[in-house]
Antibody
Framework: EVQLVESGGDLVQPGGSLRLSCAAS????????MSWVRQAPGKGLEWVSV???????EYADSVKGRFTISRDTSKNTVHLQMNSLRAEDTAVYYC?????????????WGQGTLVTVSS | QSALTQPRSVSGSPGQSVTISCTGT?????????VSWYQQQPGKAPKLMIY???ERPSGVPARFSGSKSGSTASLTISGLQAEDEADYHC???????????FGGGTKLTVL
């Protein structure tokens, strides 16, 4: 059974930093494309970042230069380092499997972790 | 403002059919067949319902179907059931850098 478990969400002041983690079981994160998707309160979903199996990364324009996605293969975990946080980054952040063997869609999701940016 | 346009809400009575539209552009929905739909119950993570425009994952009822014409994708739910009441989000591949775009979500109410 595949499980993705996010952690690290918290209340942080504007300009602050936070590191989210997504611990995976049932899949090997380094063999998959792994994405972060966020949902602001009462809003739709927004793709944030992807970490390709080969190690390359992509980011939404809204977070480029501020967020960094990475993985720890020894812990089968994906991280999202978020710096220079803004009020508009307030959202539930989901970790999701993005692609496996050329099949691209979000088939597995974590339960989400809430990030609140406020003074 | 979301990249893909969905109606904010739709409704239907049990047993009826409803269709939710998702309008994009020639750069996303119109250019790729990687269109997917997600069901989201309140306070829960999204659940994959349709992928590659028309495909259903194992375990998703056949009442759920997807289609696409030009830059507009659609999700049809036939034989509505009370448990179908939820938010539905469409998603499309949009190229290497943008990667994925979503709609703003549609709230389905079963009357």
């Amino acid at each position: 059974e595949v499980q993705l478990v996010e952690s690290g969400g918290d209340l942080v002041q504007p300009g602050g930093s936070l590191r989210l983690s997504c611990a995976a079981s049932g899949i090997t994160v380094s063999r998959n494309y792994m994405s972060w998707v966020r949902q602001a309160p009462g809003k739709g979903l927004e793709w944030v970042s992807v970490l390709y199996s080969g190690g390359a990364t992509e980011y939404a324009d809204s977070v480029k230069g501020r967020f960094t996605i990475s993985r720890d293969t020894s812990k089968n975990t994906v991280h999202l380092q978020m710096n220079s946080l803004r009020a508009e980054d307030t959202a539930v952040y989901y970790c999701a499997r993005d692609c496996i063997d050329g099949r691209c869609y979000f088939d597995y999701w974590g339960q989400g972790t809430l990030v609140t940016v406020s003074s | 403002q979301s990249a893909l346009t969905q109606p904010r809400s739709v409704s239907g009575s049990p047993g009826q059919s409803v269709t939710i539209s998702c309008t994009g552009t020639s750069s996303d929905v119109g250019a790729h067949n990687s269109v997917s739909w997600y069901q989201q119950q309140p306070g829960k993570a999204p659940k994959l319902m349709i992928y590659d425009v028309t495909e259903r994952p194992s375990g998703v009822p056949a009442r759920f179907s997807g289609s696409k014409s030009g830059s507009t994708a659609s999700l049809t739910i036939s034989g509505l059931q009370a448990e179908d009441e939820a938010d539905y989000h469409c998603c499309s591949y949009a190229g290497t850098h943008t990667r994925w775009v979503f709609g703003g979500g549609t709230k389905l109410t079963v009357l």
